[in-house]
């Protein structure tokens, strides 16, 4: 089992930037691809961002590519979402999930979910 806890989410003027972190507990972290996912109200969730194992490789959506940077420290049993030029529409609950081995684009791939935490960017 893993546990993923995230933070960081909140309330940020448009344009504004956040991080999120995303905290893991249990099985042995490196061993797990890391990824970001997203549901605003009303509609299904997407992918945001994701990383192996290592950090070597990252996959981006293309609505976020250039503003988001997913990282991870290994150390710290920690993968993190940095925002930048948020945009009201990204208003969602954002969530972190873990897959053994390799990571991927479709959310059915996780077996692994936080809870989520809110991010709102106002306009």
């Known amino acids: 089992q893993v546990q993923l806890v995230e933070s960081g989410g909140g309330l940020v003027q448009a344009g504004g930037s956040l991080r999120l972190s995303c905290a893991a507990s249990?099985?042995?972290?490196?061993?797990?691809?890391m990824a970001w996912f997203r549901q605003a109200p009303g509609k299904e969730r997407e992918f945001v961002a994701a990383?192996?194992?290592?950090?070597?490789?990252?996959d981006y959506a293309d609505s976020v590519k250039d503003r988001f940077t997913i990282s991870r420290d290994n150390a710290k049993n920690t993968v993190y979402l940095q925002m930048n030029s948020l945009k009201p529409e990204e208003t969602a609950v954002y969530y972190c999930?873990?897959?053994?081995?390799?990571?991927?684009?479709?959310?059915?791939?996780?077996?692994?979910w936080g809870q989520g935490t809110q991010v709102t960017v106002s306009s």
């Open positions: 990383i192996n194992w290592s950090g070597g490789s990252t």
């Open positions: 249990g099985r042995t972290f490196s061993n797990y691809a």
């Open positions: 999930a873990a897959s053994l081995g390799t990571y991927y684009r479709s959310r059915r791939a996780y077996g692994y």
